[in-house]
């Protein structure tokens, strides 16, 4: 059974492309752009949305009100505005065509960086008009500087700011985005940067190969400011797959080991072999439809982990062909799953109903999750552990929704309670929600930057979406 992940429909216009080639890489001018985080999000949605009326003669307090997305209904009368006050940082940016993933660069400016303004890498894989037009996006962000400026604050709190470690240092500053591009042969279904050398990027194409590729060079010109190759040629490329897929990663363990899984079952797992590469002729085979998403075990360098619309979660270990457990993990394709590198026992799967569970790989059994969450409306299409908080999860969906989640949290918690104080219907937010994030739609993937705590970024089929949220936790 093949699983398209793909955007719906995508309005391209009449406006020709350029697809000369050498013209593309000529430069890396920023024709991609940033956008004020207001101006960007009026007429979206965000956390603590407001609805305002159009007719201003009532602009009067109380004509504001907290919009509950997939429960309130939006009037022709009304529009949504979002509460800057919710984000320490909220940046939007818009690239020539959407991306279906895309993945954070690990660099060497330091870890746990918290002093505004930020920097960052990405890389991300376009599905352009026509696959001839797809490329590989290598992306410098900079400028990125706190946008929460509450007009209320006392001087008391404006001196505490200025002292405090995250001051931002230029905040009227604004956002650049610095690209370059490398052509891709096909549509890029997902990509991911190596965590233990992150200039070297796998993609998973969907004319049914996988590339391996070295971009340090294109991250050179980034920081130099010189001119990127003009084109640039992956350094493998993975054949042994007879259909496309989207499951892929690299192992946190052994530099230069890739598991990817295909629309056919099969998984198959390459190495680095000095300066060249070898995959396994021989694939894992237990899955009975397509392998949705791959995890390697943070600590176990043998052990993976798998999902699949069979609604299973399977756990796998090298030195033999086939899974080592099985178990029915959801009632509707399990989409993705997530492997906490803080806490190693547990999981997190998220599945096409919506809902998404927490498994404890201690006591691993049918059926047997230790949380069982229905919160979205719609299929979950990424989710990840956050790296610097062990108890919280990001989950996008469908539903047009990102969510953080901090199993932490209890019932009777102040924020809880203010949330669901609306006497008008039944309706109440799970105590463990700790945040809502809107203004995109058909949402792909949201990550957790792996040095900058508790910054997401996100993508749709509108841009890219950069931000943190003013409840996190330091």
Known sequence: MVKKRNFGDIEFGDEEI?????????????????????????????????????????????????????????EADE???????????????????????????????????????????????????????NKIIVMKAKQLHKTKHDEDDSDEDDSEDENSDDEDEDKDADPELEINYINHNGAVNRIRSMDLQSNIVATWSDNRSVYIWNIQNNLNALDSGDIAPKQTLPIHTITNHSIEGYALDWSPKVAGRLATGDCNNNIYITNASGSTWK???????????????????????????????????????????????????????????????????????????????????????????????????????????????????????????????????EEDTEEFTDANDNPDDDFEYPPQLFFIHQGQRDIKEVHWHPQIPHVAISTSIDGFNIFKSSNSEE
Request: net charge negative.
């Open 279 to 409: 995959t396994d002729s021989q694939a894992f085979k237990g899955h009975e439809a397509s392998v949705e998403d791959i995890q390697w075990s943070p600590s176990e360098e043998k052990v993976f982990a798998s999902c699949s619309v069979d609604q299973t979660v399977r756990i796998w270990d090298t030195r033999q062909h086939k899974p080592a457990l099985t178990v029915k993990a959801h009632s509707a394709d399990v989409n993705v799953i997530s492997w906490s590198r803080n806490v190693e026992y547990l999981l997190v799967s998220g599945c096409d109903d919506g809902s998404f569970r927490v498994w404890d790989l201690r006591q691993f059994k049918d059926n047997s999750p230790v949380s069982d969450f229905k919160y979205h409306t719609g299929p979950i299409t990424s989710i990840e552990w956050n790296p610097y908080e062990e108890s919280q999860v990001i989950v996008s969906s469908s539903d047009n929704q990102i969510t953080i989640w901090d199993f932490s949290l």
């Open 18 to 74: 350029n697809n000369s080639g050498e013209e593309d890489f000529e430069n890396d001018e920023e024709i991609e752009s940033f956008e004020d985080d207001e101006q960007s999000l009026k007429d979206e949605g965000e956390e603590e949305e407001e609805i305002e009326m159009e007719d201003g003669a009532e602009e009067e307090e109380g004509s504001k009100k907290v919009w509950r997305a997939g429960v309130d209904p939006l």
């Open 79 to 133: 529009f949504l505005d979002y509460d800057s006050t919710a984000y320490d940082m909220m940046h939007s940016m818009s690239v020539e065509w959407p991306c279906l993933s895309f993945a954070p660069i690990k660099d060497s400016l330091g870890a746990q960086r918290k002093k505004y303004p930020h920097t960052m890498y990405l890389v991300a894989g376009t599905q352009a008009d026509e696959p001839k037009n």
